[in-house]
């Protein structure tokens, strides 16, 4: 027995001893000089790395990369100029305060993939997408035509042929299994993940084409307790999703639109259970907190463009098209699947101007800024009053006070006025840019009273209700009907 622990212990001993010599090996080699080269080779991008630290007791497992730095390629990165030499980069494309990784060296032994921390700390990011589809990243993550001062020999004509001879028989080999979409139980090992993600990004990413920008400020992107075994799906799938910013639209004057504070939350069940393909739908909790706003939005400037009998009427209906700001936090459900996100239940966004609530089914496709969405906009209780004692006075001088206005008003506009607030039910589809509205109301009547537009209207669809009325009939006389 003696024998066997000895043996163990020095089998531990030694596996301790090859862990230390290849962490110390490593950290003569792996130095923020290395890290940039090996960057520089691969993309068409000068880079630069600050620091690089590998702490050989307190984490064996652990190397933390800090001032990652991205930029527009040039002479400097194409000589493969040493960082001493090199001046400071003035205007990266991408930076990184710092990257965090931390693995377990055990796990791998044991045949399980264990990731303890992997976390990008502050990345700042400005992002132009074309008309064309295509950014301003793509150039960057090309092979570069010159490394270290010389043609890159990945590149070359031999060097290319040999790749595309090698792409053509890791085809051919493919071809000859049958084809099968991808599972988790094709995954070798069991994944177990602590934390993965980005902490206080900035993201900018502007439309060339409508000159329009969203900003996210302050990301936070958490996929954390990752649990995945193809081999037990029913005890271990899951993923857990954390997305939290500050985004900003800022229309082509770069005035802020809208912004919306966001906080979701999401317990991922990645893969289906007997199948093991990747599961298609994702439910998440989002909460939008107060401080959000709205202003500009297109289907209210679509909406006051179908209103203007109401306008005539004496409805006003300004307020829609002012920034209305959320008063209290709001959270609802939603799915995700394809680029498409469906609202599960229907949350009421309550603001200082109105109250928008959204039906359940409507949906956003994120890629294509296609969507299709009932809505409807509870207007204030204070604005709703003013305007609706406006139509009441036009109502009381067109009958010369005979009669009860209110009642006369409830019959031509009582689907639009829901308790003492105004109620505007509406579909809006198409590009959420310039959308398509329709109203889920029939307006009209109470103008053709009291202006004198839409004579058929009245004829036709309110005259039998206005016979019930005291001084309707005078007023319609008035009026010439």
Do not use: C, W
């Amino acid at each position: 027995m003696k024998k066997i622990i000895y043996a163990v212990g020095g089998l531990l001993g030694l596996l301790i001893v090859v862990l230390v010599l290849a962490l110390v090996f490593a950290g003569s080699f792996l130095t923020n000089e290395f890290l940039v080269k090996q960057i520089e080779s691969a993309i068409s991008v000068r880079a630069n790395v600050d620091k690089v630290n590998i702490n050989l007791f307190s984490a064996l497992s652990s190397i933390e990369v800090e001032g990652i730095q991205l930029a527009y390629r040039d002479e400097v990165a194409n000589k493969g100029t040493p960082l001493s030499e090199r001046k400071s980069i003035s205007s990266p494309v991408l930076s990184i305060k710092k990257a965090d990784i931390k693995l377990s060296l055990l796990g791998i032994l044991l045949k399980k993939f264990e990731l303890k921390k992997l976390v990008i700390v502050e990345p700042k990011v400005s992002i132009i997408m074309f008309e064309n589809g295509s950014n301003n990243l793509q150039p960057l993550f090309k092979a570069p035509a010159i490394v270290n001062g010389e043609p890159n020999p990945a590149l070359t004509p031999e060097a290319i042929a040999e790749r595309k001879r090698e792409e053509a028989e890791a085809k051919a080999e493919a071809d000859k299994e049958p084809s099968k979409p991808f599972s988790a139980k094709d995954i070798p090992v069991a994944i177990k993940m602590g934390l993965v993600g980005v902490q206080n990004g900035d993201i900018q990413i502007t439309m060339k084409k409508t000159g329009q920008v969203i900003l996210l400020k302050a990301l936070d992107f958490e996929l954390k307790n990752i649990d995945i075994d193809g081999s037990d799906l029913k005890d271990h799938n899951h993923v857990g999703v954390n997305f939290d910013t500050e985004a900003s639209i800022l229309g082509r004057t770069k005035k802020e639109a809208a912004k919306f504070i966001l906080e979701t939350e999401g317990d991922v069940t990645p893969f289906i259970e007997k199948s093991g393909l990747v599961n298609p739908k994702v439910d998440y909790e989002v909460t939008m907190e107060s401080g959000s706003f709205l202003s500009g939005f297109a289907a209210f400037d679509a909406i006051s463009g179908n209103l203007p009998l109401l306008s005539q009427a004496g409805l006003k209906l300004d307020k829609l098209t002012e920034k209305a700001e959320l008063k209290k936090d709001v959270s609802f459900k939603v799915s995700y699947s394809n680029g498409k996100v469906t609202f599960l239940d229907e949350p009421t966004f309550p603001t200082k101007n109105y109250d928008l609530q959204i039906n359940k089914g409507s949906y956003l496709v994120i890629t294509n800024n296609t969507h299709e969405m009932k809505m409807g906009v509870l207007y204030d209780e204070d604005e709703s009053k003013k305007s609706i004692a406006g139509v009441d006075e036009k109502i009381a001088a067109a009958t010369k006070g005979q009669g009860n206005p209110k009642e006369l008003r409830n019959k031509l506009l009582g689907n639009v006025i829901k308790g003492d607030r105004i109620n505007i039910p509406f579909k809006t589809y198409g590009d959420i840019r310039n959308p398509n509205v329709s109203l889920g109301v029939e307006i009209g009547s109470l103008t053709s009273l009291v202006g004198g537009a839409v004579k058929d209207l009245i004829k036709g669809k309110a005259s039998d209700a206005l016979k019930s009325v005291p001084g309707a009939g005078d007023a319609l006389k008035k009026f010439g009907f």
